[in-house]
Structures are given as structure tokens and as C-alpha cells.
């Protein structure tokens, strides 16, 4: 079933992950959808499977697994229900890592343990509603009065944002007057009992019904001094950073709904039967699915290509966007291929594969756009022939 080689605990993981989501996940996931309802006891299931501390450290009461693992374990879950991915994917490729690569010990000791256990579900804070690809121009600031840190602002597109017990936002420290541009942006642990932290908007979406997305104002939301995470003016770049593992994530999520749309049609083309014979029969619908199990197969391939140069500790920004690019479209490329392929059964409800196609085309927006992942590519393929 698959190209890349894998040891026993990553089937293993695999293997776990996919029981979970096909026994669990399924069943309710259209319903979910269509009420736009967040399960909490879903939480719950996934928390006990440790999912949530799939990369914190044991030592910080996670399971330590590698990135390989850990993205085979999430394409499984968005093959079931591709809301439960990103909240899988923002919570332990985000906030927990930033936590953990540039947090103090004390951060540490007190925010991953309750984190890995799925007790507090982490979010991300950096887009505002002005700055989305052009994450740099963000303008929430953050002034110091004695022991604490007095945020105001809007931040924008916070996925889970209100279910999450940890925020890891981005506000700018420089002074207005005298701005330090990517420089001047810090990071900040948020909890949402702070005073000023008010949840305002749950936005209504095309997909991904079942996973919330919020709005948070910042009005003199005070925060105390401990909550700074790393240096002063470094936290575009941890930000930046951290997203280079988080577009890994996202990748896997999309070669997930990719991968169901792809199951669905191939169960499809043996049942459906016209001109007196099933559709898979046809070379038209056999050529579509040979393409469509190409295109997964050749994203999964880039994805674990990259995953594995993270674990040998090289930088993979490169890679990771390119995974991101690639398997993103080939999620909305695969998705609507396969509403061509139950035709008006397709556009309806009755069948998962629409639902399919509406969740896979914000994979191509959040995390950065395709546009802004081929800047990044662009960018570091000149870097790298020049030097
Ligand atoms: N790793 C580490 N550092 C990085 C980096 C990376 N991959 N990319 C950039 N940096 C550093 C740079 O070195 C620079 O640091 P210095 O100031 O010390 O030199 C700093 O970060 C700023 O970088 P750039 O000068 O390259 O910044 P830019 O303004 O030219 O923008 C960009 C670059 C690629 C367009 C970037 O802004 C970007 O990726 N934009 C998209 C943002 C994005 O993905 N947003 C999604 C938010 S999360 C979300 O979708 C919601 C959710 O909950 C899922």
C-alpha cells in the first residue's frame, strides 16, 4: 500500500490510528459537518491514544514518536474526519513545538504535560485580520508595564481557538515610533482566563465545519512577564520556523481526504453500473482513478522525503513547502475528480465526497497559500544555486 519504508512502531502507529478513526470517526463525521459541531468526546477518545503529545517528549508525558510516525498517524485520522486533523496537526506541530524548542524549562514543565495529555488543546495566533500571507505587517501590540505585558489587537483565522487552553500568539514589541519590521514581533503564551482575552467571531466555512475558527480580540489583555517565550523581537522567526513543521502536518492531512476520496471512488465505479455495466469497467474511470492514485502516491512520497530530512535535523523549509504545494492540490485536484466520478450523486449530500472536495480547498490556503509556498520555494531554490 505504500512506497516508504516503515519500521514497527511507525505501522504500528499507522495501524492504531487507522482502527481509531474508522471505527470512531467515520460514522459521524458528516453529521458533525453538517451541524458544525465540535466533539469534545472525540477529545477525549484521542487524548487516551495519546495523540496529542504524539511529539513532546515523554518526559514531558508525551510519546516521543518521530515525525514519520507521527504523519502517517495524522493522514489516518483525516482519511476519517479531517477536522479531527487539524486539530491534531495545529496542537502538536504549533503551539506544543514552540513551546518546546524555545519555551524556558518552566514553560515547559508546566504547559506540555497537561498539553500532551489532551487535557489543554493548543492553538496558533499570528494572522490578524490585515495580515494574512503578509505575516510580518501584523500590528497587535504589546507594551510592558512592570510584571506583565498589555496586549491589544485582533488576531484572525485561530483554528479551535475557542476550545483551546494555551495560545501561542504573535504581537509586535516594538514601539510605534520606532518600528524594527520582522525584528519587532514577539512571542506569547496566552491562556484564555487572562483578563482582555475575549473570543468575538466563529466564522461560518465552506469545510472543515467540525473544526471551529475563531476571532480573538486582545483588549489591554494582560499578560503576565513569564509568558514571553524565548528572546524579545524573535517570534516571526520562531513563528516562521515552527511553520515549516506545521505545513508538514497539513500536507498529511490533505494526502488523508485525498486518499478517501479516492476510496470512495473505487468502491463507487464497482457498484455504480450504466451502459449495462459497472463505471469501473470504463477506461475513462479507471484512467481517472490510475491519475488520482498517482498524484497521492507522488505527494505522500515528497511528504515522507521531507519528514525524514527533519529527523536527520536538516532544515527543511524547502521541502516542507513543496510537500505542503503539492499534496494540498493534489487533494483538490483528487476530491473533485471524484465528485466527477459519482457525477450527481456527487453534489449531494448523500455521498462523503462532496464533503471531501469543500474540506481539501482550505488546505490550499491556510498554513500559507499555494502562492506563498511557491515564494518560499522560489526563494530558497535561488539561495541555494547561488551558494
Ligand atoms: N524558518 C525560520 N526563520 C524564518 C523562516 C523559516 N522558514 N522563514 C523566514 N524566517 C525568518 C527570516 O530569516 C527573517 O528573520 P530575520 O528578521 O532575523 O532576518 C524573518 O523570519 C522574516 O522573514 P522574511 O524576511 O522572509 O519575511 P517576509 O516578510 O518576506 O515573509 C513569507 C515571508 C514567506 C511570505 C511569510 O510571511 C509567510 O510564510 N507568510 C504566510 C504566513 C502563514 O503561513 N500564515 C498562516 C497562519 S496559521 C493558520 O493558517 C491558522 C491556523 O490555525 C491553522
Same mark, same amino acid.
Given at each position: 500500500m505504500s512506497l516508504i519504508l516503515l519500521n514497527?512502531?511507525?505501522q504500528e502507529i499507522r495501524r492504531l490510528a487507522r482502527d481509531y478513526?474508522?471505527?470512531?470517526?467515520? #460514522?459521524?463525521?458528516?453529521?458533525?459537518?453538517?451541524?458544525?459541531?465540535?466533539? *469534545?468526546?472525540?477529545?477525549?477518545?484521542?487524548?487516551?491514544?495519546?495523540?496529542?503529545?504524539?511529539?513532546?517528549?515523554?518526559?514531558?508525558?508525551?510519546?516521543?514518536?518521530?515525525?514519520?510516525?507521527?504523519?502517517?498517524?495524522?493522514?489516518?485520522?483525516?482519511?476519517?474526519?479531517?477536522?479531527?486533523?487539524?486539530?491534531?496537526?495545529?496542537h502538536n506541530s504549533l503551539p506544543t513545538q514552540m513551546i518546546l524548542n524555545f519555551g524556558n524549562e518552566e514553560q515547559r514543565t508546566?504547559?506540555?504535560? #497537561?498539553?500532551?495529555?489532551?487535557?489543554?488543546?493548543?492553538?496558533?495566533?499570528? %494572522?490578524e485580520p490585515e495580515a494574512g500571507s503578509d505575516a510580518g505587517s501584523l500590528a497587535?501590540?504589546?507594551?510592558?508595564?512592570?510584571?506583565?505585558?498589555?496586549? /491589544?489587537?485582533?488576531?484572525?483565522?485561530? +483554528?479551535?481557538? /475557542?476550545?483551546?487552553?494555551v495560545l501561542l500568539c504573535m504581537a509586535r514589541t516594538d514601539a510605534p515610533g520606532a518600528r524594527k519590521g520582522s525584528k519587532g514581533i514577539s512571542t506569547f503564551i496566552l491562556t484564555p482566563d487572562l483578563p482582555g482575552f475575549h473570543l468575538t467571531k466563529k466564522? /461560518?466555512?465552506?469545510?472543515?465545519? $467540525?473544526?471551529?475558527?475563531?476571532?480573538i480580540v486582545l483588549d489591554n489583555c494582560r499578560v503576565p512577564a513569564d509568558r514571553l517565550v524565548g528572546e524579545e523581537g524573535r517570534g516571526l522567526t520562531y513563528a516562521l520556523g515552527s511553520l515549516?513543521?506545521?505545513?508538514?502536518?497539513? $500536507? %498529511?492531512?490533505?494526502?488523508?481526504?485525498?486518499?478517501?476520496?479516492?476510496?470512495? +471512488?473505487?468502491?463507487y465505479a464497482g457498484e455504480r453500473k450504466q451502459f449495462g455495466? %459497472?463505471?469501473?469497467?470504463?477506461?475513462?474511470?479507471?484512467?481517472?482513478?490510475?491519475?488520482?492514485?498517482?498524484?497521492?502516491?507522488? $505527494? *505522500?512520497?515528497?511528504?515522507?522525503?521531507?519528514?525524514?530530512?527533519?529527523?536527520?535535523?536538516?532544515?527543511?523549509t524547502r521541502y516542507s513547502s513543496m510537500a505542503k504545494l503539492f499534496a494540498t492540490e493534489t487533494a483538490m485536484w483528487v476530491t473533485t475528480q471524484a465528485v466527477q466520478i459519482f457525477g450527481g450523486y456527487g453534489y449531494v449530500t448523500d455521498y462523503p465526497v462532496e464533503r471531501y472536495m469543500r474540506d481539501a480547498k482550505v488546505t490550499e490556503i491556510y498554513e500559507g497559500t499555494s502562492e506563498i509556498q511557491r515564494i518560499v520555494i522560489a526563494r530558497e531554490t535561488l539561495a541555494a544555486a547561488i551558494a
Open positions: 514497527e512502531t511507525q478513526a474508522q471505527r470512531e470517526l467515520v #460514522p459521524m463525521a458528516a453529521e458533525r459537518d453538517r451541524e458544525a459541531r465540535f466533539d *469534545r468526546s472525540m477529545v477525549q477518545q484521542m487524548a487516551e491514544l495519546g495523540f496529542f503529545g504524539m511529539l513532546i517528549p515523554e518526559q514531558y508525558d508525551g510519546l516521543g514518536l518521530d515525525a514519520q510516525s507521527y504523519l502517517l498517524a495524522l493522514e489516518e485520522i483525516a482519511v476519517g474526519d479531517s477536522s479531527a486533523a487539524v486539530l491534531l496537526s495545529v508546566r504547559f506540555l504535560p #497537561p498539553m500532551a495529555r489532551g487535557e489543554l488543546l493548543g492553538a496558533f495566533c499570528l %494572522s497587535t501590540q504589546a507594551v510592558r508595564e512592570g510584571d506583565e505585558w498589555v496586549l /491589544n489587537g485582533t488576531k484572525a483565522w485561530v +483554528s479551535h481557538g /475557542n476550545e483551546a487552553g466564522e /461560518n466555512k465552506l469545510g472543515l465545519r $467540525a473544526s471551529p475558527t475563531l476571532q515549516d513543521h506545521g505545513r508538514l502536518g497539513i $500536507a %498529511s492531512q490533505a494526502i488523508g481526504i485525498a486518499r478517501a476520496a479516492l476510496e470512495a +471512488s473505487a468502491r455495466k %459497472s463505471i469501473g469497467e470504463f477506461q475513462a474511470i479507471q484512467f481517472k482513478l490510475a491519475d488520482m492514485a498517482t498524484r497521492i502516491t507522488a $505527494a *505522500r512520497t515528497l511528504l515522507h522525503t521531507a519528514a525524514a530530512a527533519k529527523e536527520r535535523g536538516e532544515k527543511v
